[in-house]
């Protein structure tokens, strides 16, 4: 069998299939570690998510709120998408609230290199948001309850 190199998104690519693309190969085999380190990051974590969220929709001690298991986790191009279920004792009866954790990659957005550029693209999702919101209220685009910087948390 001959010699694999693992790809985010893409699977196995062959060595000699490898040599043949013009694509940085070498760059692209480093986001696979990179994504799976952020995705452990953010289980070994999900206590801090849990309490974000119950704090950013005001949910009380004996509120229900979990992380979903990794496995339910969607990766996109650029963000880790982390489902989270909510429910208040207020409403046991209803289902539970199904919210989603966007973190983007940072990795995938060249922050070692270029400090600043998750912040910059967080700044651009939200200003669409707002746009959006205020201009194509006809559109229905999902609810933004809270969007955090590394220098700024702003509630929604």
């Known amino acids: 069998m001959p010699a694999t190199i693992r790809l985010d998104h893409r699977g196995l690519i ?12 070498i760059e692209q085999a ?26 950013h929709l005001r949910l009380g001690v004996g509120d229900f709120c979990v992380v979903a298991p990794c496995d339910r986790w969607t990766r996109g191009g650029f963000n880790v998408c982390v489902p989270v279920e909510t429910r208040s004792r207020r409403s046991a009866h209803s289902p539970p609230t199904r919210l989603m954790f966007r973190c983007p990659m940072p990795h995938k957005l060249a922050e070692a290199r270029h400090p600043g550029t998750v912040d910059e ?3 651009c999702e939200v200003g669409t948001y707002v746009w959006m919101q205020d201009r194509c209220s006809d559109i229905r685009i999902p609810h933004l309850y809270c969007t955090a910087l590394a220098s700024l948390t702003i509630a929604m």
Do not use: M, P
Request: glycine share 4%; hydrophobic share 40%; proline share 0%.
């Open 30 to 55: 480093t986001h696979v570690a990179a994504a799976e380190e952020l995705c452990r990051v953010l289980w070994d974590g999900r206590g801090t998510i849990e309490s974000l969220v119950r704090h």
């Open 14 to 25: 062959t060595c000699s299939s490898a040599l043949r693309n013009n694509a940085d190969v």
């Open 121 to 123: 693209k967080l700044s």
